[in-house]
């Protein structure tokens, strides 16, 4: 289908729509942090290790997202892939253009780092505009199965699965002549004031200081969808994409330390009389036999199984089988030689073979062998109608992926493109932390960890071996080119990070909570420098907490929080002190 894309179907190309790395929201201050001589040094809150949060391999002293680590610039040739890769995650796809070719027929963005802007934590938006720069907002829809906190706060559960009718993570743009899944016009997104705590809270802390509280109400009515059948009894969230610097260290944490993580979890929650599963996620751990649920086996694509931990919801257990596997694939609909086949469903591919605008276009246009439009076109409608919803539909689940490269050619990113691209996805640095020297911000990591905010975002790991797990394209790739497969790719064993994330899902119950409820801790790490680079600071899984005071405020918004007591305890803080914890939130 794509390799046949005429000029006609091209999207528009100009240098503003399509450079975005050079963008206002990916500008980039690559100047060095901290040069003054106490950089390194230990005092007596901070250790040296503390100024190197993704460790001696994976911290740089660039205030940037998209450094390379040292962990790729010490490996000969790694950086020239690394800047291959990063070329892949900056521009833009074309439905026809080398290198970066294949986009559609359905697509949720034409660029990655239309989600990340500067390679960090996506902007709150007011609309969801799938071209709009920095929106890194996902859509989920899903059928709720709610249930009622101790309090009123109303949150969902993990029965509430996502719909069938579109894509998991839903597309809302599409090649000509074919109709999005969803028209992106129809989709509302509202931003609502908290007026009243559930938890009793007010609106300003003790000394009078007030804050706000927003969260956000999107809405697709049903007329937006483009698909057969049409999906009901449906609800939406959104969800906002992290910044993806230190991806590769998150992944070398061992699956025996995070089972010690959550082992030590439980016993606390049973040493307070309270029940396991009301505060680790049963369906990864069972507090029954004190270890991993069935639920948090993740099956990779070997038929290997390892442990979730990535993505908010803990879905995915590699980078090379999950976040920068899945996205470069599936955000845009490129194929490669491990994944065939197509990120579509079969209701949006029965739509589009019954609509008859598509229909007639494609038996006036499709004939000729240079046509875009060649595969889908046949002697008569019925058989149009019939390639159009064989072809569309050939995907993951309808197993079409040897068909779908034999009837459209090779795939379109190569073993080399996606080996360069993983390379860079695992090689990002973390910026280097700033100021602990200073006294005001080593008074508020002793207050976040006084406070208990450090229960949850646990300031240290220590990393494995990075035996990390490798793909079918990445071997092929290695085979071809004579290199070892497990030894090419950034590798950082051995390294004292600082992600600030214990690595286990936890529950805020906030107003329109994220889908299920549970939330892994994300990483602070380098978040201090996000209005710097990216020009928001936008956080939470949504990007309703504007700023950190925000943030930590809706932990305190439920008493059934798991982080309410130590927000209440920020709460208490007399102001100089809350502006201490953020000043060092800043520094990390």
């Given amino acids: 289908m794509k390799r046949y894309i005429s000029k006609l179907f091209l999207l528009p190309i100009c240098a503003a729509a399509l450079l975005t790395s050079c963008s206002d929201d990916d500008s980039v201050n690559t100047g060095l942090i901290a040069e003054k001589d106490v950089f390194g040094e230990a005092n007596s809150v901070f250790s040296a290790d503390d100024w190197y949060p993704g460790g001696q391999l994976g911290t740089t002293r660039k205030a940037s997202y998209s450094t390379p680590a040292t962990a790729v610039t010490d490996v000969e040739g790694m950086e020239e892939s690394f800047n291959r890769g990063e070329d892949f995650f900056e521009n833009v796809y074309t439905l026809s253009e080398e290198p970066r070719k294949g986009l559609g027929p359905a697509w949720v963005r034409n660029s990655c780092i239309k989600c990340h802007p500067s390679y960090g934590h996506g902007k709150r938006k007011d609309a969801y505009l799938a071209n709009d720069g920095g929106n890194g907002y996902l859509l989920v829809v899903y059928h709720p199965d709610a249930a009622m906190t101790s309090d009123g706060v109303r949150y ?143 099956t990779l694509a070997d038929g290997q199984k390892h442990i979730k931990k990535f993505t908010y919801a ?30 579509t469903t079969p ?101 976040f960890k006084k406070i208990g905010c450090e229960s949850c975002h646990r300031a240290t790991w220590i990393t494995g071996e990075d035996n990390y797990w490798v793909d079918n394209s990445i071997k092929a790739y290695c085979a071809a080119n004579g290199k070892v497969y497990s030894n090419s790719l950034p590798r950082f064993a051995q390294q004292t990070i600082h992600p600030y994330t214990d690595m286990v899902q936890h529950r805020l119950f906030m107003e329109n909570d994220i889908r299920t409820g549970w939330c892994r801790t994300t990483p602070l790490w380098g978040r201090g420098l996000s209005l710097q680079l990216t020009g928001a600071e936008d956080r939470l899984h949504d990007a309703r907490a504007r700023n950190e005071i925000e943030a930590i405020m809706w932990h305190a918004y439920s008493k059934d929080s798991h982080a ?23 520094s990390i």
């Fill in 156 to 298: 969902t559960t993990a029965s509430s699965g996502y719909i069938s009718e579109v894509t998991g993570m839903p597309q809302t743009k599409a090649m000509a002549p074919f109709k999005a899944p969803i028209d992106e016009s129809q989709i509302t997104v509202e931003w609502k004031h908290v007026t009243k705590m559930p938890s009793g809270l007010d609106m300003k802390f003790p000394d009078g200081e007030s804050y706000d509280l927003i969260y956000p109400e999107a809405t697709i009515p049903q007329t937006a969808f483009n698909t057969n059948p049409l999906p009901e009894n449906y609800e939406v969230r959104l969800e906002n994409t992290i910044g993806i610097y230190g991806t590769g260290l998150i992944d070398a944490i061992t699956e025996d330390d995070m089972l010690a993580e959550y082992q030590s979890q439980a016993a606390g929650v049973k040493e307070r009389g309270g029940n396991v599963a009301d505060y680790l996620n049963p369906n990864i751990f069972d507090g029954a036999t004190n270890t991993w649920a069935p639920g948090a086996w993740y």
């Fill in 314 to 343: 803990m879905t995915r257990a590699s980078l090379q089988d999950g976040p920068g596997a899945n996205a470069i694939w599936n955000i845009t609909n490129v194929t490669r030689s491990d994944r065939k086949y197509l990120y």
């Fill in 347 to 447: 209701a949006w591919a029965k739509a589009m073979s019954e609509d008859e605008n598509i229909l007639n276009y494609i038996a006036t246009n499709g004939a000729a062998e240079s046509s875009v439009l060649h595969p889908f076109w046949a002697e008569t409608k019925d058989g149009i109608a019939e390639k159009v919803n064989t072809l569309l539909a050939m995907n993951t689940a309808a197993k079409g992926g040897d068909n779908y490269t034999n009837a459209f050619g090779e795939p379109e990113m190569s073993d080399q493109q996606y080996y360069d691209f993983m390379v860079w996805h695992r090689g990002l640095a973390v910026p280097a932390a700033r100021d602990l020297d200073d006294e005001s911000v080593q008074r508020g990591k002793t207050l």
């Fill in 564 to 586: 309410y007591w130590s927000a209440v305890q920020f709460y208490n803080l007399p102001k100089a002190d809350r502006d201490a914890v953020v000043k060092f939130l800043k």
